[in-house]
């Protein structure tokens, strides 16, 4: 949140000899300068004001959904199913259901699906069948024995490999998983419980990132929250709470998008990142990953900021605590961010930036170009302006 201080008048000039006096105009001076009925109007303008700012207007839900659909690109099929989910997701979380942060959302599904609720991946078959080869390597199994295998039947009366040839979408993809890892030996010799298929729904939200934060959805759970996930309502609603579902200081919403490929507080920590290089003279890499969650073992950011330890009268073991919180917001109020930050800011001489775009390159077999986190971030920007530009 970014406070600004407010710009005072002048004090009229004093003359010579005597102290500067401010003006008095406040509300005290105005009633004792007016009649009484005067006053008695100003008084209850005053309150007016005062009780409209305390209780603003709550919009209605047939309101908002409206303002959504306006909003909606023109070629978009079931505008008012699209508008309801988004509705509910935003009132289940507390979310303002303002232009900004509805065209945020729009923006990211749009990029990630273009709007579609079960959209179709491009090859996704071959994607599917290399990386069934790549588990049976992985396992020594002979890619022959695992084809053949394939050619039984599955569950829905098809062959695996007929389901597999044909596959259009993850959430087709994730469903032949999930048959395929019932089939024993095989299936679990391959993939254990383990589903390769690790987001789907129209804003792409990881399944684990769902499983997560599953505490107060708004629907019931049909099936799973995997399931649920590939349902534009569930999609919707998670991939809702994963941009919009933490608090930031950022100046700009395309901080929020880089977060939204990268992981919560992303663009936070490059910055925090790209501080500690100027003070400490290293290259780390700016990727918004501040400490090996799960592990004892310390990454490149923790080793940098330890190498600087005498400087910022910081023990290993408290800055260990410190990079710790890097996934929270106060993470800022830790003695290690400021005291990066202030000796960075010397450095500089001026402030450094506490926001930047993670530099991550993306990798997916259904990536076929070099593409980086902060292009996805710039794309994602350029279609909120557009949406906004439809906002009437």
């Keep these: 949140m970014l406070f600004h201080r407010a710009i005072l008048s002048p004090p009229f000039p004093a003359r010579a000899g005597e102290p500067a006096i401010a003006p008095d105009n406040g509300p005290a001076a105005l009633l004792r300068r007016c009649r009484p009925w005067a006053a008695l109007a100003l008084l209850l303008a005053l309150a007016g004001c005062g009780s409209q700012q305390r209780q603003p207007a709550r919009q209605q839900p047939a309101d908002v959904q409206a ?130 298929v690790h987001t789907g729904g129209p804003m792409q939200v990881s399944i684990a990132f769902a499983a997560e934060h599953a505490d107060g959805y708004p629907y019931p759970i049909e099936g799973s929250i995997r399931h649920e996930v590939f349902t534009r309502r569930g999609g919707m609603y998670f991939g809702i709470v994963h941009l919009l579902g933490y608090p930031t200081h950022y100046p700009r919403q395309i901080f929020r998008f880089a977060d939204f490929n990268a992981g919560w507080y992303a663009s936070r920590n490059a910055a925090f990142q790209n501080a500690v290089n100027l003070v400490w003279g290293g290259k780390l890499a700016l990727d918004g990953d501040l400490v090996n969650y799960g592990s004892d073992t310390a990454g490149a950011t923790e080793l940098a900021v330890r190498a600087m330890g005498k400087r910022l009268d910081m023990s290993d073991a408290a800055i260990r605590r410190a990079l710790e919180k890097g996934e929270r917001l106060d993470f800022e109020e830790t003695d290690l961010y400021q005291r990066v930050f202030a000796l960075a800011d010397k450095t500089h001489g001026r402030p450094m930036a506490r926001a930047l775009l993670p530099g991550i390159t993306l990798e997916s077999p259904k990536i076929t170009r070099k593409l980086t986190t902060a292009w996805f971030a710039k794309r994602v920007d350029d279609r909120r302006l557009a949406c906004l530009a439809r906002d009437k």
């Excluded at 509910?88 to 699906?113: H, K, M, W, Y």
């Excluded at 259009?168 to 010799?189: C, N, T, V, W, Y």
């Design 67 to 196: 303002h959504i659909i306006t909003l909606l690109p023109a070629n978009t099929a079931d505008r008012a199913g699209w508008a309801k989910d988004i509705y509910t997701a935003f009132a289940a979380r507390g979310i303002d259901p303002n232009s900004e942060n509805i065209c945020s959302v729009l923006a990211v599904a749009q990029q990630e699906s273009g709007l579609q609720a079960d959209a179709p991946v491009p090859g996704l078959g071959k994607i599917a069948w290399d990386e069934i080869d790549r588990r049976a390597a992985q396992a020594h199994i002979p890619a022959i024995v695992v084809h053949a295998a394939l050619h039984i039947n599955s569950p829905n009366g098809k062959s695996y490999s007929q389901r597999l040839d044909e596959v259009r979408s993850e959430k087709e993809l994730s469903a032949i998983f999930e048959d395929f890892i019932g089939m024993a030996p095989m299936g679990q010799k391959l993939f254990g419980s383990l589903n390769p």
